[in-house]
């Protein structure tokens, strides 16, 4: 486990996820862990915009997963509507886990039975006056 980041400002998202493409750079899936509201959205939002894709990021919520970029490609998912792992089956979770794609995945307790490799777990804690304390752990299968 990484020791803990405070952020603040939107600024402090994108130097955040700089440090995750530098530090990390063969890691493809991100699970993302906060409450409703924490962050984890606009840290997907930074990660795109610092890997220099044009795409848009909104939030996959009622879509489920959102595709970015073309030659480097990112799936951003939301899984807090799904309750049973037939219903990953159907979105074609074996796919995007089998391909060179990043997965960002909010809510991601559904999907840890289907990682077979390693992974980044962020979670994000909002505290008093908006500040966000992020906890990065690397995982390797």
């Known amino acids: 486990m990484h020791p803990p980041r405070y952020i ?11 440090d995750i493409i530098n530090d990390f750079p063969d890691v493809r899936i991100i699970l993302l ?14 990660y795109v915009r610092e890997l220099g894709l044009p795409d ?12 970015y970029g073309e030659a480097t490609c990112v799936y951003h998912m939301d899984l807090y509507r799904l309750t049973e792992s037939a219903e990953l089956m ?3 979770i074996e796919d995007m886990l089998s ?6 995945i909010e809510w991601p307790d559904l999907v840890l039975p289907y990682l ?9 804690d909002i505290l008093p ?3 966000r304390k992020v906890v ?5 299968r």
Do not use: C
């Open 8 to 18: 603040e400002q939107i600024s402090d998202w994108d130097a955040f996820s700089q």
């Open 56 to 67: 848009v990021v909104t939030s996959p919520t009622y879509a489920i997963v959102q595709e």
């Open 136 to 140: 990065l752990s690397h995982h390797k």
């Open 99 to 104: 391909s060179d794609a990043t997965l960002m």
């Open 33 to 46: 862990r906060g409450d409703l509201g924490a962050g984890k959205t606009s840290l997907v939002q930074s």
């Open 129 to 131: 006056k908006g500040t």
């Open 90 to 92: 159907d979105l074609g």
């Open 116 to 124: 077979h490799e390693e992974y980044l777990e962020i979670h994000i």
